[in-house]
C-alpha cells in the first residue's frame, strides 16, 4: 500500500461552498449550514471547512458561542465520507477549538449521538468527558422529499482548553 500526503488547510466555510458539500447531508441540512454560515457575520458562530489544494471543502464544523455561556459548542461536524479516517476530524476539532480560545473561553462542548460510538471514541481520544445525557432532534428530509423530525439520544461532552 502508497502513502500518499496532502497538505490542507482550514478556513471559514462560505455560503459558496456549499455547492460542493452534498456529501455532508441532505439539500435540507445543507440549508440548515447556510443559515449558520450567515450568523457567522454577526460572530455568534464560527463554521470552519479543511480543503485540499483543490480549496474545495472535504471537512466541515460549526462552533456555536451561544449555545453554552462560557463555552463554544461545536456543531455539525462532517468528513467526507471517503476521507474519514485520515486525520480531518481531528484537524478541525483543534482549529475549532483554537478559535474557541481565540475568543477568551476555556471550554468547548459538543453531543454525540450515543448510536455513533466511532465518533465518541474521536471525541474521548481528544480529551472530551461526557457528563449528560439528553434528548436531542432536528428536522431531516423524508425519502418523499417531506421534513420529518428526528429524535435521538445524545451524550453532552465537554473539553477544559488550556
Do not use: F
Not at 8 to 21: A, F, K
Not at 61 to 82: F, K, M, S
Request: aromatic letters at 6%.
Amino acid at each position: 500500500m502508497a502513502e500518499i500526503v496532502v497538505d490542507v488547510s482550514v478556513r471559514d466555510l462560505t455560503r459558496e461552498d456549499l455547492r460542493w458539500c452534498s456529501w455532508a447531508g441532505s439539500e435540507l441540512h445543507l440549508r440548515q449550514v447556510a443559515r449558520e454560515v450567515e450568523r457567522a457575520r454577526t460572530e455568534a458562530v464560527d463554521y470552519l471547512a479543511v480543503c485540499p489544494p483543490s480549496d474545495l471543502p472535504v471537512g466541515i464544523v460549526g462552533i456555536d458561542y451561544e449555545a453554552n455561556p462560557g463555552a463554544g459548542t461545536l456543531w455539525q461536524l462532517a468528513v467526507h465520507p471517503v476521507l474519514q479516517s485520515c486525520g480531518i476530524g481531528t484537524l478541525l476539532i483543534h482549529a475549532a477549538e483554537q478559535r474557541i480560545l481565540g475568543r477568551g473561553l476555556r471550554r468547548a462542548e459538543l453531543s454525540v449521538e450515543e448510536s455513533n460510538p466511532r465518533a465518541r471514541a474521536l471525541y474521548e481520544r481528544l480529551g472530551y468527558v461526557g457528563y449528560e445525557r439528553r434528548p436531542e432532534a432536528w428536522d431531516v428530509a423524508g425519502p418523499d422529499g417531506t421534513v420529518e423530525r428526528y429524535e435521538t439520544l445524545c451524550t453532552v461532552m465537554r473539553k477544559p482548553l488550556a
